[in-house]
Every structure is written in C-alpha cells, then in structure tokens.
C-alpha cells in the first residue's frame, strides 16, 4: 500500500496528484491522503484540486494514515518523535525533503509507504501525459474567459506569469524572476516569433500595469479567489509561454498542447535549492 499526501497550493497538489496516477497505473495499491487539505485549509484563501478539477481517488482511512505517516498521539508515540524524531525510510514514511535533489526515481519502486513531498518533476508522469490531461482538463463556463481564450486563440499568443507577493522579500526565490531575466525572454519570442502579443499574469496587477505598457502587453486581471485557477487556464490556451519560478506557472505550461510550442524558463528554481529536474528538458533556460 501507498499513500500519497497532499498539501500545498495548487500546483504542488497537481504533482502530488500526478505521482498518484502514476503509482496507480504501475498496478499499485494507491490511497490519497487529504486531510491537512480538508481541516487546515479551510480557513485560507487555498485552492483545494478536487474543487478545480473534477478527479476520482481511494482514500486512506485514519487509522491507517495515522500509523503510516507517523502521527499517532497516543503518549508513547508523541516521545518517540520528541526524542528519535519521525520514522523515515527505515519505516513507512517516505518525506521527499530528506533527498538531495528533485527526482527520485526510486519512489517508484516503492511499496508500503506514506509519501509526503512535492514530486515536482515530469519525469514521474511524462509517460502518461494523455491520463495526466484527461484528468486536469477544466471544466469553466464564463463568458469573460471564453472571450479571452478566443482573443489568446487568434494570435501568437505568449503567457507571462510574474509572481511577486509571497516572493518579495524572500531571498530563495525573488532574486530568480528579474525584470532582467522576462526582458530576455520576451526579446526571444520577438526574435522568434512573428507578432508576438504578451498576455500578462500576474498576483500584483499594479505591478503589471506599469512594468508592461503597449499594443503588444495584454494584462489579465479580474481571476481572484476562487477563480484563480481560470489564469492557469488561460496560459495553458497560449502558444507560448514564459514561466516563473513557481509550480502554478509550471503546469499553466505544461498543459499547453499547442504542437509548436515554446516554453522558456528559469535557469535556477530557487537560490538555494538545486532542483534539477523541475524544468522540463525541451524548455529553453533563460538566466537571470
């Protein structure tokens, strides 16, 4: 037995998500685990993947969640964590973050774990691209959107996506996605690219307003809360895309089946952090 937890934003539960998918077409015995989902994001503007996207899973009972991920509150168990920490390999519980890098091929292999982590790396699921898109295909009625995937439609349509909110002032990720580093990949697609026209998304709309003025900048705004998710959308509808550092950016790319497509990306991820897998390997790496 397996289980795969999820936890995070968007994004990273589509990878968590995906990983479950892959396991479960290996011919194994998958559960899903949501219950930091369901009681600690209640309260916070999180978008939960089973709200945005129409999906069919096992779940873990308590029980046995309990025992494999170690978080039983029975006396005993609470002063073995104080004093020896959580059980890891050695037990069922598997915690990605113990792991020197972004690709564990060995997760694969494994049986009779809990596997907490984010699993961001195609190479878990490229093999079954067409189960992952069956399974993240949006189902959206809204006649602003509809109008913009028609305007997106119609020309060569580039997506950006700025993340700054959570990233200003956070030395891991806001050195990463310069002006400096969408300058040049903007100056690649119209190098490359016959009248490129720049969709902006962004969580600082301000910000986007200002920075990317002319014909050629659309700004999309007006997606919040619960509509968040239309922007991922709506990039995965684009031609092309610029990418930030960020796991929402990464499948609102992903998910663009445009035959032609071109997708230019960070060269780094995080100041810290080498995650060598997170860009797929026909993305084009821009520095900053």
Known sequence: MIIVGLNGGLGNQMF???????????????????EILVNKLNNVKALKIFDVFDLEYDLCD???????????????SRLRRKYFGKRSHAGTYYHEDDLDNNYHADVLSLDDKYLEGNWQSEKYFEDIREIILKNYSFNISDTKLNNLCNEIGNCNSVSIHIRRGDYLGNSLYESICTETYYEKAI??????????VFFIFSDDIEYAKKQYQ???????????????????????????????????????????????????????????????????????????
């Not at 968590?16 to 949501?34: M, P, R, T």
């Not at 309990?66 to 509150?73: C, G, L, N």
């Not at 100056?187 to 490129?196: C, I």
Request: with cysteine; hydrophobic share 35%; glycine share 6%.
């Open 187 to 196: 100056e690649y697609f119209k190098e490359h690219v016959n009248n490129p």
């Open 62 to 76: 308590k029980k046995t969640r309990d025992k494999m991920a170690d978080v039983s509150i029975d006396v005993l």
């Open 214 to 288: 002319g014909e050629e900048f659309v700004v999309i705004e007006g997606f919040y809360g619960n509509r968040s998710h239309y922007d991922m959308y709506l990039m995965s509808k684009c031609k092309y895309n610029i990418v930030a550092n960020s796991s929402f950016s990464w499948w609102g790319a992903w998910l663009n089946v445009y035959s032609e497509k071109i997708v230019l990306c960070p060269e780094k991820w995080s100041t810290e952090y080498e995650f060598k897998y997170t860009p797929c390997d026909s993305w084009i790496k821009i520095g900053v």
């Open 16 to 34: 968590q998500y995906a990983l479950y998918l892959k396991l479960k077409s290996l011919g194994k015995e998958v559960f899903i685990d949501d």
